[in-house]
């Protein structure tokens, strides 16, 4: 990686994806009427998690989350933003999913890019793409005791492998690096969007009445 172009461009992506996703967890924590120090905490979990991830995975060790003062002091700004002028950004329609997808597809293109920079194959890079990008997302609800956005919701996941994957398929065809770049967040973050408001979703298993009773008996009786 002598060329700093790349290098350039990957710390944007991963700072942009770092605060976007930051903004979605402060904003979530304030919902939850979590102090500061709890909007703190939700905040760097989200922006860092799926890339400290990443990182550990490709041996790109210590990861950048916490090594480099950028992340968490990103982090915090945006923690700081959401504590205190929440009012303002809720003004935007559903503004933790909007951020929510920003970074999704910031994180996936930035994961694989990262992933081939580091000569991973490009199916283990679209796949790390992915998981930077869901990681955030799932530390976040977790730490918020929710099923996982990643388990439940509209097309989600799926984006972010689309966005990884077109990043995979324009470095092995020799698209400028920007371009491929911007082409997998824009189609990570509307695929994302539409499978929102058209309420898009993988299948889900369908059980029949007597799975359904055992599943309301299990309920009542966990034992």
Do not use: H
């Amino acid at each position: 990686m002598g060329n700093t172009g790349p290098v350039t461009l990957l710390l944007a992506l991963d700072l942009a994806g770092t605060f976007v996703f930051a903004l979605s967890g402060g904003i979530a924590g304030v919902r939850q009427r979590l102090d500061l120090f709890g909007v703190f905490v939700l905040s760097f979990v989200a922006g860092n998690f799926g890339g400290i991830a990443r990182d550990i995975l490709i041996g790109a060790v210590p990861p950048a989350g916490i090594s480099d003062w950028r992340y968490p002091m990103v982090s915090m700004l945006a923690g700081l933003i959401t504590f205190y002028w929440t009012p303002l950004i809720e003004k935007l329609v559903s503004p933790v999913q909007i951020f929510d997808a920003a970074g999704l597809g910031l994180f996936a293109v930035s994961g694989a890019q990262k992933a081939l920079a580091f000569g991973l194959n490009p199916l283990m890079a679209a796949f790390l793409g992915m998981l930077t990008g869901i990681g955030g997302g799932v530390a976040r609800d977790v730490l918020l005791a929710r099923i996982p956005t990643v388990l439940k919701a509209e097309i989600y996941a799926v984006a972010a492998l689309a966005g990884g994957a077109v990043v995979v398929i324009g470095k092995f065809l020799d698209v400028p690096a920007a371009i491929a770049t911007l082409a997998g967040a824009l189609l990570c973050f509307g695929l994302r969007l539409i499978a929102i408001r058209r309420r898009w979703r993988l299948p889900v298993a369908r059980r029949g009445a007597q799975g359904e009773a055992s599943t309301q008996q299990d309920l009542k009786d966990p034992r």
